[in-house]
């Protein structure tokens, strides 16, 4: 092989394995910030914890609020930090609450694969059976199906075992609704399921 | 032999992760226009790209897919000009198709303002606006007639505005908002 040839082939390698990294940097940032957020947003302290759910139940923003970035100061959050790994979890938000309010899911790449608001809560409540997601057909997925349908859950799948569940609701005023939203805020319900 | 490697292999995990960190912190793929406000389309969604899920997850974080929520940042005023916080600024528009819209000041640390009264958004329930406009007044001290959101100190600023389930053409179209002006008022402090 000509020096040429060499130069070239190492080139073309520098240039691959440049774009490998930049690739890779580029998949993994929002998985490490999503396993930082994960870990930061849900203290040890929190209200429920058990091998395969956290959930915690955090005050209406302010100026400290500085788990995560750009915090909403209209809306009372709960969340559920979620590893299905070693089996289903049940969740159930019952709201009452006047405005608006939903409960959206979170992978480990930051996807909100689902979300359901006051609206259609209204005919399809938040009484869910979240499982990972096994391939379809499979006895697993048949099996974890007919689980759910037993104990009257919708059955939702994940696409990572490792995942977050927000509740938001809606304060439009926070001076007069926060202790009636951190009463809504305690209608969520995270538990392994059985 | 061994620091020629060591070479090939620093140079090109400096320049892929380089390239990588200005392509997600400075690109501007996946976003649309309104005016001085900008919206990441497909921030929170399945079907966004890597870049926008590495955006998303420096700059917003457990966002909500188009469907359900909209969010247009705006760094600039309508004259391009970035936005300080010790600066006045007046917003004015109709008010957006949603179901329910605010618009919230943040410090360029993108966290809050620190205000004893809580006063961090306005929103459509907030009082003092004419029926079916817009209207927010931001700067360090109280000013003009109007909903007035504090913004204390010598930082840059960021207004957020949100809207949840927003209006067909919004969702279908994040550029179809008619846009909110951003004009500065009066003097920097």
């Known amino acids: ?194 | 032999m061994f620091l020629s490697r060591f070479w090939f292999g620093l140079s090109a995990l400096v320049v892929g992760l380089g390239s990588a960190w200005c392509v997600v912190r400075f690109g501007g793929g996946g976003t649309v226009a309104a005016g001085a406000w900008q919206s990441t389309v497909l921030a929170g969604s399945t079907h966004a790209d890597p870049y926008t899920r590495a955006r998303v997850a420096l700059g917003g974080l457990l966002a909500l897919g188009p469907a359900e929520t909209v969010y247009y940042v705006a760094t600039t005023d309508d004259a391009g000009s970035p936005l300080r916080a010790h600066c006045r600024y007046r917003v004015t528009g109709p008010a957006p198709t949603a179901r329910w819209w605010s618009v919230t000041a943040y410090a360029d640390d993108r966290f809050l303002f620190a205000d004893a009264a809580h006063r961090y958004s306005i929103n459509n329930a907030s009082p003092g606006l004419p029926p079916g406009q817009v209207t927010v007044l931001t700067g360090p001290i109280a000013w003009g007639a109007g909903p007035w959101l504090p913004t204390p100190g010598d930082s840059g600023l960021l207004l957020l505005l949100r809207l949840y389930q927003p209006g067909a053409e919004i969702r279908a179209n994040a550029a179809a908002l008619v846009p909110l002006r951003i004009q500065a008022a009066g003097p920097c402090q």
């Open chain 1, 1 to 194: 092989m000509s020096p040429a040839l060499i130069r070239l082939r190492k080139y073309v390698l520098w240039l691959l394995l440049a774009a490998v990294i930049h690739g890779l940097a580029v998949w993994a940032l929002p998985r490490v910030v999503m396993r930082g957020a994960m870990s930061r947003l849900v203290p040890a302290n929190s209200a429920v914890k058990d091998e395969r759910v956290r959930v915690f139940y955090p005050p209406l923003a302010t100026a400290t609020a500085r788990q995560i970035v750009l915090p909403s100061p209209d809306l009372a959050y709960a969340l559920c930090v979620y590893d299905l790994s070693t089996g289903p979890v049940d969740v159930d938000a019952a709201l009452d609450w006047p405005g608006y309010w939903s409960v959206a899911l979170y992978a480990d790449n930051t996807d909100n694969y689902f979300v359901r608001n006051d609206r259609v809560a209204g005919a399809l409540p938040v009484h869910w059976r979240l499982a990972l997601r096994e391939g379809a057909g499979t006895a697993a997925a048949t099996s974890l199906a007919a689980a759910a349908a037993a104990a009257g859950r919708e059955l939702v799948w994940a696409p990572s075992a490792r995942g977050l569940l927000l509740l938001r609701v809606l304060v439009a005023d926070r001076h007069r609704e926060a202790a009636a939203a951190a009463q809504a805020q305690g209608r969520l319900r995270c538990v392994a399921a059985p």
